[in-house]
């Protein structure tokens, strides 16, 4: 079965500071992508960043950086010098070559960014 | 250029009416999507297509169906809502080749109620 799982519900950060949300997956498959994306309170969902399971250097986008564990099936996401317009919920998701047409999003972590 | 949009944004029905949600893409995507989204849940997959003509069953297609008549545009359809498809519903669309099959761009995504 492929699954993501998000632990962190709700997350909070301060104005430029740092904050890591944490992603772990379950597949069988070797070869697979995986995303971060953001949704803020208009809904549209929006990609943050995007990683291939087959590359060992981390994606990095700007302020945000992924730490993948391929091992460890986790897959977190750093988000540096956090802006208010950071304020989303993000989700964690994975596609799989031999699952092409379908993603597995995790049930997401609302990140507040405080002023 | 307006990516994917998605028609209507809001819709109130009630049990056993039925409604169409259109989704459009003007970027040239072979396939197209559609998810249901319900609070502390990530996002589900309905149905999706991988072409003109084509259609396929996703994680929850029961009580929905799809038609892809156009490449441009793929319908959701509700014969008989129940409550229980409640839910704000986000199209998507990607290329056919790989790898940027994996990268999906969202629609602003469409919240429907069920009396």
């Known amino acids: 079965a492929q699954t993501v799982t998000q632990s962190q519900p709700e997350m909070s950060v301060q104005e430029a500071e740092t904050v890591t949300l944490s992603c772990t997956y379950d597949t069988s498959e070797s070869n697979y992508y995986l995303f971060w994306y953001k949704q803020p309170p208009s809904r549209q969902m929006i990609l943050v960043i995007r990683q291939e399971a087959y590359k060992q250097q981390n994606a990095t986008e700007n302020r945000f950086s992924v730490n993948f564990q391929k091992a460890a099936k986790s897959f977190s996401l750093k988000i540096s010098d956090s802006q208010l317009g950071d304020t989303a919920m993000y989700f964690c998701?994975?596609?799989?070559?031999?699952?092409?047409?379908?993603?597995?999003f995790g049930t997401g972590t609302s990140l507040t960014v405080i002023p | 250029n307006a990516g994917v949009t998605q028609t209507p944004k809001f819709r109130v029905l009630k049990t056993g009416q039925s409604m169409t949600l259109l989704c459009a893409q003007d970027m040239n995507h072979e396939y197209m999507y559609w998810y249901r989204q319900d609070p502390g849940m990530g996002l589900r997959l309905i149905h999706y297509s991988v072409g003109e003509g084509t259609t396929a069953k996703g994680e929850v297609p029961d009580g929905y169906n799809v038609s892809r008549l156009k490449k441009q545009n793929f319908l959701l359809g509700l014969e008989s809502a129940a409550p229980s498809q409640t839910s704000v519903y986000f199209c998507?669309?990607?290329?056919?080749?790989?790898?940027?099959?994996?990268?999906?761009?969202f629609g602003p995504g469409t919240r429907l109620t069920v009396l």
């Open positions: 998701a994975f596609i799989t070559s031999n699952t092409g047409n379908q993603f597995y």
């Open positions: 998507a669309s990607s290329q056919r080749t790989i790898p940027n099959r994996d990268t999906q761009y």
